[in-house]
């Protein structure tokens, strides 16, 4: 069946540092690829999405890309803010239902 | 535009009791997904109500049940409650097939003690 697996965490990093969060996925047909942000005590929030293959999401200065070749999505930003600190899941819609990964916990220090 | 509501937001149970939590989905949306997210792990798919019909299931029991009412909200019960319920509940809304993303509400903390 459809799966995620995201790299394990937690990550800390210091303000202004790179983040790049792992992420692949299996799946039998051609699904569309989500990356969710949660903060402490919320539901999900979705911060961007891709829905084929070499697509971009972008959204706040976080970016992720549609790689079918190596079956990966793997979400990026290029100056991280104490204001990140959360959990990012990434996850797949197969048009049945969404698949989650297990969370990645990000710390950023100032 | 309204958001998705959840409620109540905190609920203590004791074991073999049951419970109903109730979701009110987005303003123009028609299908509704409940999520189980136990403490540092990932939500995991209960099952998806469109047009007032299951239209998916993830690996629950049969003591996991819904219902979705004309106006789409929904309502979660789950029977016979077991210490392993004790989660995060999460509510989706989205507007037909999930490829555009759901709008999540912020939860039920369910505890069974």
């Known amino acids: 069946g459809n799966s995620v697996t995201q790299m394990e965490g937690p990550v800390t990093l210091s303000e202004e540092a790179f983040l790049t969060i792992n992420c692949t996925y299996t799946a039998t047909g051609y699904p569309s690829l989500f990356w969710y942000v949660q903060y402490p005590g919320e539901g999900l929030q979705l911060l961007l999405k891709?829905?084929?293959?070499?697509d971009k999401g972008s959204n706040k200065g976080f970016e992720a890309t549609y790689r079918k070749e190596t079956t990966s999505f793997h979400l990026e930003k290029g100056s991280v803010q104490v204001s990140d600190s959360a959990v990012y899941f990434c996850a797949l819609s197969d048009n049945n239902d969404m698949r989650f990964g297990a969370g990645t916990r990000l710390t950023v220090k100032p | 535009e309204t958001g998705v509501t959840q409620s109540p937001t905190h609920l203590i149970k004791t074991r073999g009791q049951q419970v109903t939590l109730r979701c009110s989905s987005q303003?123009?949306?028609?299908?509704v997904s409940w999520y189980q997210q136990a403490l540092g792990q990932g939500p995991q798919f209960i099952f998806q109500y469109y047009r007032e019909e299951e239209n998916g299931r993830g690996n629950f029991p049969p003591r996991f049940s819904g219902l979705q009412f004309p106006n789409y909200s929904s309502e979660l019960n789950v029977n016979a409650l077991e210490l392993d319920d004790s989660a995060l509940y999460l509510c989706?809304?989205?507007?037909?097939?999930?490829?555009?993303?759901?709008?999540f509400g912020s939860g039920t903390r369910l505890t069974v003690v």
């Open positions: 989706a809304s989205s507007f037909g097939r999930s490829n555009y993303g759901y709008t």
């Open positions: 303003s123009g949306h028609n299908t």
């Open positions: 891709a829905t084929k293959a070499d």
